[in-house]
């Protein structure tokens, strides 16, 4: 099933496309909209983040150590390196009582590109703390410590921590732990595979947590989610679009490597999931603008932000304007029998 996502026009020719899958489910769990194969089993990447911190604020334990609400915030971020992310992880491991080579990664220089401009003319060396996942690692320590084994053995997918992680993106994604796909992420721990549709239906559940019965589970939602919406810049970063996005209350949003975006709407009660097909991490925002039009979302504020910081220009090596990069998918929002409820 082809789906073009992103067209690439260089003057009137449209000279690339980037083909994909997308969902739109609805608060009962139906299909509202489709385009690509939604069955085709795919890796969340970082786009995990806000469920695997769950199991932490469960157990409450960034009051226990005294984390700010900051702080547990960017458990769920895949921070961009910049000074305060910095600062932030070192408090952290520091009030946890963990070291920063305690976490498995190789140390990094942060995504960041004006500070890591800086650390090289300063000869400053790379750090693990400011690698994009530490956040989740430290996280991570917390619950493997939590559940009584090595917190070293974190990283493993046979860990108590990482099988607890697993249990609550089952739950989540309404789809069962023993068909979920599993491989190792970029910074060495675990990373999981669902459909579209559950991916989707993982972030409906971030949303509107009045639809999770577990109380506890419910309140920690509300309590991570709610603390994203108050420090957006901890889930990336001043200038980035995941963090514009839940700028605005009513989206919970986390991208993932290789062209995955997740997204939950709490007013309209909706969870979409896309994934750009040849992995391609550029001009999300064009996607991601496009489908909040193509749903009528009222908040034009929003779109107009990420149109502003997504132009959509293709811009050549002498600065001129020669062409436009948009999506032109059109959805239909009827619900689409050939993704029934349950299935």
Not at 126 to 153: F, I, Q, T, W
Not at 159 to 166: D, I, N, Y
Not at 212 to 241: D, H, M, N, W
């Amino acid at each position: 099933m082809s789906f073009s996502l992103i067209n690439e026009y260089r003057g009137n020719l449209l000279e690339c496309c980037h083909e994909g899958r997308l969902c739109v489910v609805d608060e009962h769990g139906g299909v509202l909209a489709a385009g690509g194969d939604i069955d085709k089993v795919t890796y969340y990447r970082s786009a995990t983040k806000p469920i695997q911190a769950l199991p932490v604020v469960v157990r409450g334990l960034p009051q226990r150590y005294g984390f700010t609400e900051r702080e547990m915030a960017l458990m769920a971020g895949s921070h961009a390196g910049q000074a305060f992310h910095g600062e932030m992880i070192l408090s952290m491991l520091q009030k946890a009582g963990f070291q920063e080579e305690d976490m498995i990664m190789l140390p990094s220089y942060p995504a960041d590109q004006e500070e890591y401009r800086r650390m090289i003319r300063e000869g400053i060396p790379p750090r693990k703390a400011l690698h994009n996942c530490s956040g989740k690692h430290v996280a991570l320590m917390l619950l493997s410590r939590e559940l009584g084994e090595d917190y070293h053995d974190y990283w493993k997918l046979s860990s108590r921590a990482q099988q607890e992680v697993l249990h609550y993106i089952s739950a989540f994604s309404e789809y069962p732990a023993d068909r979920i796909q599993t491989g190792v992420d970029g910074c060495g721990v675990p990373v999981f595979a669902v459909p579209m549709r559950n991916m989707a239906l993982s972030f409906l559940k971030l949303a509107c947590p009045d639809l999770i019965e577990e109380p506890g589970v419910r309140t920690a939602v509300q309590a991570l989610t709610g603390a994203v919406s108050k420090y957006p810049e901890t889930i990336r970063g001043y200038g980035f679009l995941c963090t514009l996005l839940n700028e605005d209350p009513n989206i919970i949003a986390k991208d993932g490597a290789r062209g995955v975006y997740a997204i939950g709407l709490r007013r309209e009660r909706l969870g979409i999931a896309f994934k750009v097909g040849d992995g391609s991490e550029q001009n999300l925002g064009v996607v991601v603008a496009h489908i909040l039009r193509e749903l009528h979302y009222e908040n034009r504020e929003t779109i107009e932000k990420i149109e502003a910081m997504e132009p959509g220009i293709l811009i050549n090596d002498n600065g001129r304007d020669v062409g436009r990069i948009c999506s032109e998918f059109t959805l239909d929002l009827g619900r689409d029998d050939t993704y029934p409820e349950g299935e």
